[in-house]
């Protein structure tokens, strides 16, 4: 994960709201997530970066033009948006935030879905699609394999004089390697986002026989990864089509 990622995100301002009310379910833990439902078709779940909530998908343009085709679903990471935000670091740990997508998944009456994960939802949609058989393919973008967080990162994170409990736990979480993903994942990386592409490079000559299909975009740094729509959108859409029918 990029070291400049919170304050780069937060500079963005993404704002703006979506045209779908919000939904409610209560997790396993009793925390409340919220999330909103638009369009029809096979169900893709929107994992938003750090910094951002679900809104953000809506005002990049990913919403619209998936739910031409889908039934797009975008959560409020717990600690974000309108979701829930507990004290504990011990909340969120990698296997609460998997039941808070799953417990979305269920509401939404979806066995098996898509996901996309942008940065931190990337990070954390990795251990669900690594865990689970209901993730049928995964849009992995602008994050490193590996460990959650490394060295570059931490370095950022040590001298926060206070660290936000997701922050904290997503230090302690494991690392996810490119063949534990149990389902079709595209890769996606920015040649000007250093530390995705360096691990984007490490480990492309051993992405053979595993499910993890790396896409490298020229010149996009870690927002634009994000908020170059047109750049990205095409191929992960495509990819998404192909898997998850």
């Known amino acids: ?69 889908f039934t797009v679903v975008t959560i409020d990471i717990r600690g974000n948006g309108e979701s829930d935000k507990p004290a504990s670091e011990a909340a969120y740990a990698f296997e609460r935030l998997n039941d808070d997508i799953l417990s979305v998944a269920d509401a939404v009456k979806a066995p098996r879905f898509a996901l996309w994960g942008f940065s931190y939802g990337a990070n954390v949609g990795r251990y669900l699609a690594s865990r689970s058989d209901r993730v049928a393919a995964m849009v992995y973008i602008g994050i490193n394999f590996g460990p959650a967080v490394d060295e570059t990162f931490m370095a950022y994170i040590d001298k926060l004089p206070q660290r936000p409990a997701w922050l904290s736990a997503l230090i302690g979480y494991p ?14 990386v920015g040649t000007k986002n250093e530390n995705a592409f360096k691990s984007g490079e490490a480990y492309k000559p051993r992405l053979g026989g595993t499910p993890v299909t790396l896409e490298v975009i020229d010149g996009l740094n870690h927002p634009q990864e994000f908020d170059q ?11 998404t089509r192909k898997q998850a029918r």
């Open 229 to 239: 729509i047109d750049r990205v959108f095409a191929s992960e859409a495509e990819f």
């Open 1 to 69: 994960m990029n070291a400049l990622l919170l304050p780069v995100l937060l500079a963005m301002n993404i704002t703006g709201s979506p045209e779908s009310e919000t939904r409610w379910v209560t997790s396993t833990d009793g925390t409340k997530i919220a999330f909103d439902v638009t369009g029809t078709g096979p169900v893709v779940i929107l994992l938003h970066g750090g910094g951002m909530n679900r809104r953000s998908w809506h005002t990049a343009g990913y919403v619209s033009r998936l739910a031409q085709e």
């Open 175 to 188: 690392p996810v390697e490119p063949g534990d993903m149990r389902c079709p994942t595209l890769w996606v």
